[in-house]
């Protein structure tokens, strides 16, 4: 047994040593190979750990370049675009970076300032990588801000007042004119080099002492037996006095408006028997003023050019610019309500035109759709005895009282009470207060009637209107990363 057992154990010891003098012998061999595979897995850990580094900037480069592209795009039409970016994308990536090296960005604006290019390079410094030769690993990032517009409709409300025709602040430039240049900036931002834009609509509002609503739409006004002269009536309309809807969008349907008239009096002898027409005899003799047009004597006088409804075209628009003229007092009111009253989609069906052929107004929570409205004034509400408007003389006491004073406060508020159902239905309201024969209630009124005190702007020259409707371009401009 004793011997069975030995036998046994020099059979299981034997096996052992051969396998230890195995190893022995190709212990050189082995060595190698491990050296090498502890090589390749440092070297994949230490690429893994550089290009890691070289994704989180690539990563935040992308990201402050998104930054900086769209705050440069939302003033792009005002400020240096190279300049905003830089400034924005210092604030978004820090100096030093992950030891990154980012060379001067390069900004493009292309195709009219519609589009906006901004494109970043630079280097990562790599920690294993350079070991085997490469000391660095280039990044780089662009982004491709497009100012396009949601769909929008929106009117410029414009004072074409007599005291437009006089200048502020820039020799030899009207009022008048230097909103006419500034509106078509304006249109420029938003349409660019194109004549139509995707969803964009403009129309215009010309207002004095009263608004033409152009002469072929009789259906909106009230029967009456004014006597217009041979030439007829021009498209101007009064108040409508009752329940207050001078002020609301209550249809014509409902609510019709009186034919704005003004009688052959001390104030417009429009016909006589003598050419200074000093009488309003109804005898044989000098006979009618023609009562077309806004001219100085007539039916008609200081009756503004008419509105132009909503259209798509930027020529059409352009061409109702150049045909402003300024004539007659200031009734803001006037504007501001029939401002609303081209986008108050209780008035869809009415207009005509593009706009019955598209359904406009559209209802004012359609969704990507905006209105909004631009209000320029030069001067405050005003009536008097010495000028026959909508609310006709002061004397007339359309506006409750024959106090001037009072009458052009009550004005002011019915102003403001337009503003607030605009801004009640989400219509952005943007005011401008032209020139500086302002009071401080006016201006009030006017900071009172803008969405936002941002919105509201001050121009005590000409000179200055370029840049507010060039703000008020960007702040309708809709900005989105198109690429």
């Not at 069975?4 to 051969?18: D, E, Q, S, Y």
């Not at 050296?35 to 690429?47: D, E, K, Q, R, T």
Request: proline share 5%; charged share 15%; with cysteine.
């Amino acid at each position: 047994m004793k011997r069975f057992i030995k036998h046994m154990h020099l059979c299981t010891i034997r096996p052992l040593g051969t396998l230890r003098s195995l190893a022995k012998s190709r212990r050189g061999a082995v060595m190698p190979i491990v050296g090498l595979a502890s090589m390749a897995i440092f070297g994949a850990a230490g690429i893994a750990v550089d290009m890691g580094r070289v994704q989180i900037v690539n990563s935040r480069l992308q990201n402050s370049i998104d930054a900086a592209g769209l705050a440069a795009g939302s003033v792009i039409s005002t400020e240096d675009p190279e300049s905003v970016v830089t400034k924005y994308f210092n604030a978004n990536y820090p100096s030093g970076y992950m030891g990154a090296t980012i060379n001067p960005l390069v900004t493009t604006p292309l195709d009219e300032n519609t589009r906006l290019r901004v494109q970043a390079t630079g280097t990562v410094p790599t920690t294993f990588m350079k070991l085997f030769g490469i000391p660095s690993v280039a990044v780089s990032a662009s982004t491709e801000i497009t100012i396009a517009q949601k769909g929008l409709e929106l009117v410029l409300i414009i004072d074409v007042t007599g005291s437009m025709t006089s200048s502020s602040g820039v020799t030899g430039v009207s009022k008048l004119q230097a909103a006419k240049d500034a509106s078509k900036q304006l249109l420029n931002v938003l349409y660019g080099a194109d004549n139509t834009s995707e969803n964009l609509w403009v129309g215009l509002v010309p207002f004095s002492q009263a608004v033409n609503i152009g002469n072929t739409r009789a259906t909106w006004v009230s029967g009456d037996t004014f006597n217009y002269g041979p030439t007829g009536w021009y498209g101007c309309v009064d108040a409508r006095e009752a329940a207050g809807n001078d002020i609301t969008d209550i249809t014509p349907l409902l609510a019709p408006f009186p034919r704005y008239f003004w009688p052959c009096d001390g104030n417009n002898g429009w016909y006589g028997t003598n050419t200074s027409r000093t009488n309003c005899s109804t005898s044989s003799g000098w006979g009618y003023k023609s009562g077309a047009g806004p001219g100085t004597h007539g039916p008609n006088k200081y009756c503004p050019t008419p509105i132009t409804p909503l259209v798509a075209e930027k020529s059409t628009v352009f061409t109702a610019i150049d045909d402003l003229q300024a004539r007659g007092n200031t009734h803001v009111v006037l504007g501001a309500a029939w401002g609303w009253r081209l986008l108050s989609p209780e008035w869809r069906g009415l207009w005509g035109g593009q706009m019955d052929a598209n359904s406009l107004p559209l209802a004012y929570d359609e969704p990507l759709m905006s209105k909004a409205v631009v209000l320029l004034t030069d001067g405050d509400n005003t009536i008097s005895n010495g000028s026959r408007g909508a609310y006709w003389y002061l004397s007339n006491g359309k506006l409750g009282t024959t106090n001037q004073s009072a009458a052009e406060t009550e004005m002011n508020t019915r102003t403001t009470n337009v503003c607030n159902s605009m801004d009640s239905n989400g219509i952005v309201i943007y005011t401008i207060a032209l020139g500086t024969s302002f009071s401080a209630e006016s201006r009030a009124m006017l900071l009172g009637c803008a969405s936002k005190p941002e919105f509201y702007f001050e121009a005590p020259s000409t000179a200055a209107l370029s840049t507010i409707f060039k703000k008020i371009g960007d702040s309708l401009a809709n900005l989105r990363i198109s690429q």
